[in-house]
């Protein structure tokens, strides 16, 4: 492996579970309850519980890629949404945190040995590097969103701390 090849796939490392930027994506997320994940905000078109079955819907999409898959693309956005606001039982919760982390150990793990310019089979003018990338961003983007929600309920930060406090 290149030695730029090697320093990109480190970065995105740090992308992908979250270093200097913000919180590291397992800290935010544990500690969330049925209440929690599930609470809505008048104006907020989403809970925490919807964002994080979307996080993984796109995450689980990209790694089919990653893994020279052909996804099911969907006919509409909307179909990464989950319609239920609220897991059911503690159970579900647990296993879409599960589940999204889960996929963030299997991205890491090709970050640090992919050959990170080569293109990908089905996604024409993408490269592995790109669409891990894409992964961090997007989860990126999304753990933000789950944080200010959880401010605004009077749930942060999570134990052990975060930052900013």
């Known amino acids: ?36 994940a599930g609470y809505t905000i008048e104006g907020i078109p989403y809970s925490i519980y919807q964002l994080v079955k979307h996080m993984g819907y796109w995450q689980d999409f990209m790694l089919t890629h990653l893994e020279g898959g052909q996804p099911q693309r969907p006919t509409s956005v909307q179909e990464s949404w989950p319609a239920e606001k609220a897991p059911a039982e503690e159970r579900q919760l647990q296993e879409a945190i599960a589940h999204l982390l889960q996929g963030v150990d299997k991205a890491v793990a090709i970050a640090q040995s992919a050959k990170l310019d080569e293109p990908l089979a089905h996604f024409p003018g ?4 790109g669409l891990l990338r894409n992964i961090a961003s997007h989860n990126s983007y999304h753990l933000g969103e789950i944080v200010l929600l959880r401010r605004l309920q009077g749930a942060w930060p999570p134990p052990g701390g975060g930052y900013p406090a």
């Open 1 to 36: 492996m290149s030695e730029s090849n090697h320093a990109f796939g480190q970065a995105l490392v740090k992308s992908l579970v979250g270093e200097r930027g913000h919180i590291p994506i397992a800290r935010a997320l544990p500690d969330l309850t049925l209440e929690l």
């Open 126 to 129: 993408e490269t592995k590097g």
